[in-house]
Each structure stands twice: as structure tokens, then as C-alpha cells.
């Protein structure tokens, strides 16, 4: 069964960059489109960022686009997430989900998962 787990959340000044990463254990993470999700307390979650199971095809929510960008590396089983030019409203629990379905053309932004991680949470606050 595969499980992931995140890290790289922090407390960042407004402006600031944070790269999270989604570490996968149990099977291959090539198996899967990745998708990063992002959940405030009381708020429905959010996707943000996607990308296929070998590369490429990423797509972004309008939200982050031009500030976060995703990427892999499947040979260390590693979905990260770069957070660049980050803003108060961008806080938020982060996770990272792994999409239930293998054969998606284009990856999805709000996929059903296979599996999901803890979170790792973001705080943008001066």
C-alpha cells in the first residue's frame, strides 16, 4: 500500500518560499498522478497543484499560478512543491495525494485519492 508522508511546512514573512516535499514508501510512486491539496480549518479543501505520473502536464490552480511550481523525482520516490512569492492567504495545511486513478490523460486538480499524507502545514504571517 503506498503511503505518503509531507514535510517542509514552516512559519515564512509574506514574500517568502518554502519547498515541501511528498515522500512516497510502499510502491513505486510512478503508479500515480500527484496532486498537492490545501485545507484551512472550516474551509473546503483546495487543490493547487498536479502532475503526471512520469512528468510534465502539471497543472496549477488560478490561485497559485506563477508562484508555485510542482515537480518529481521518481528515482527518489519525491513529489515536491516550491512556494515562492508567498502570501497570507496561502496558509494553510498542505497535503499530498496520490490519484485513484492511473490512466487520467491530464492530471486532475481535485482527483478521488488512492492515498493522502498527514499534511504539512504553511503559515504566511509578517
Known amino acids: 500500500q503506498l503511503q505518503l508522508v509531507e514535510s517542509g511546512g514552516g512559519l515564512v514573512h509574506p514574500g517568502g518560499s518554502l519547498r515541501l516535499s511528498c515522500a512516497a514508501s510502499?510502491?513505486?510512486?510512478?503508479?500515480?498522478?500527484i496532486t498537492w491539496i490545501r485545507q484551512v480549518p472550516g474551509k473546503e479543501r483546495e487543490g493547487v497543484a498536479c502532475?503526471?505520473?512520469?512528468?510534465?502536464?502539471?497543472n496549477y490552480a488560478e490561485s497559485v499560478k506563477g508562484r508555485f511550481t510542482i515537480s518529481r523525482n521518481n528515482d527518489k520516490n519525491t513529489v515536491y512543491l516550491q512556494l515562492n512569492s508567498l502570501r497570507p492567504e496561502d496558509t494553510a495545511v498542505y497535503y499530498c495525494?496520490?490519484?485513484?486513478?492511473?490512466?487520467?490523460?491530464?492530471?486532475?486538480?481535485?482527483?478521488?485519492?488512492?492515498?493522502w499524507g498527514q499534511g504539512t502545514p504553511v503559515t504566511v504571517s509578517s
Open positions: 502532475i503526471r505520473r512520469y512528468g510534465g502536464g502539471e
Open positions: 510502499g510502491l513505486s510512486l510512478d503508479r500515480y498522478a
Open positions: 495525494g496520490a490519484d485513484a486513478n492511473p490512466y487520467r490523460p491530464i492530471c486532475a486538480i481535485l482527483p478521488p485519492f488512492a492515498s
